[in-house]
């Protein structure tokens, strides 16, 4: 049976910076949605606008037919899936629960052998856009788990992104986002080494973006974040905190395959000295403050 607005019930669990977008995106498209969050304020214009507010996952995911969560970090996502008052407990038979979280390939994994033992559709699909994406409804969704279960909910996918790919088994979504992330980390560390280059040589760092972005040095980081450091706007599209999070997952990844990444071990040392200063909870482009601040 298709998933649509008519017989579908829609729970979206983390209504952060991104996650208040996506949930918005369905709510718009006709879905009836159910949130919860554990500061209810941030629900509160979804609320306004026809959502209903559960106390608890478990009673979000009782009146589900799909539960989309994007949470903060890998303990969340067990305890809103694994947990006793959490999702595989609690959903109805048949119900697809599908998470955004950057989060652990073999908690996905654990996830979706969880999901199978009591009769739902689990699914790992990570994200990558930030904040613009989200709003914009442009992000790129990596799927990992069943092909069945991903055509499925596709029609709900495409109300949050455009570019979206069944990467493989439960997990492979994961290990994708792990790749993404591998290749923002150093190119993240090259964007503000570019920016403090160019005001230490006295140029006009936003004249000099006009020729780079668009030559073999452009980049999604180049584009969209430069102009916020050029700017001196730190507020979070992708928080510093939960990039470091994203960092420790892949490095851990990466060490259980035998494979070294010293790119990715140099810009973790350098976000977490940027997170002792004070930054934790700013945007990615606040990784200038090091070149900057002494």
């Avoid at 609320?47 to 009146?63: C, D, F, S």
């Avoid at 303990?75 to 006793?84: H, M």
């Amino acid at each position: 049976m298709a998933l649509t607005p008519e017989n579908t019930a829609v729970g979206f669990i983390g209504i952060g910076v991104m996650g208040k977008s996506m949930a918005s995106h369905i709510q718009k498209a006709g879905y009836k949605l159910h949130v919860y969050t554990r500061t209810a304020a941030k629900a509160e214009q979804l609320v306004q606008e026809g959502a209903e507010w559960h106390e608890t996952p478990a009673k979000l995911a009782q009146v589900c037919d799909v539960v989309i969560t994007m949470v903060g970090y890998p303990s969340d996502v067990e305890e809103i899936y694994l947990g006793t008052d959490g999702l595989v407990a609690h959903a109805r038979e048949g119900a697809y629960l599908i998470d955004m979280t950057t989060s652990s390939p073999q908690l996905a994994g654990r996830i979706y052998e969880a999901c199978n033992a009591n009769g739902l559709h689990g699914l790992d699909a990570p994200v990558s856009g930030g904040d613009i994406g989200a709003r914009e409804a442009k992000l790129s969704i990596m799927v990992g788990g069943d092909q069945q279960d991903f055509e499925a909910v596709r029609p709900l996918l495409e109300l949050m992104g455009r570019n979206i790919v069944l990467q493989g088994k439960a997990g492979a979504g994961q290990h994708t986002k792990m790749c993404n992330q591998i290749a923002i980390a150093s190119n993240m560390v090259g964007v503000c080494e570019a920016v403090a280059y160019a005001e230490s040589a006295g140029l006009d760092a936003g004249t000099v973006l006009k020729s780079i972005e668009s030559g073999a040095a452009g980049s999604w980081s180049l584009s969209n974040l430069a102009p916020r450091i050029i700017a001196g706007n730190f507020e979070p599209g992708f928080y510093v905190k939960h990039f470091i999070k994203d960092m420790g997952i892949a490095l851990e990844a990466a060490k259980e395959m035998g494979l070294n990444t010293p790119g990715l071990a140099l810009a973790e040392s350098l976000y977490k000295q940027l997170a002792d200063k004070g930054y934790s909870d700013k945007g990615t482009q606040a990784l200038i403050k090091y070149y900057i601040e002494k």
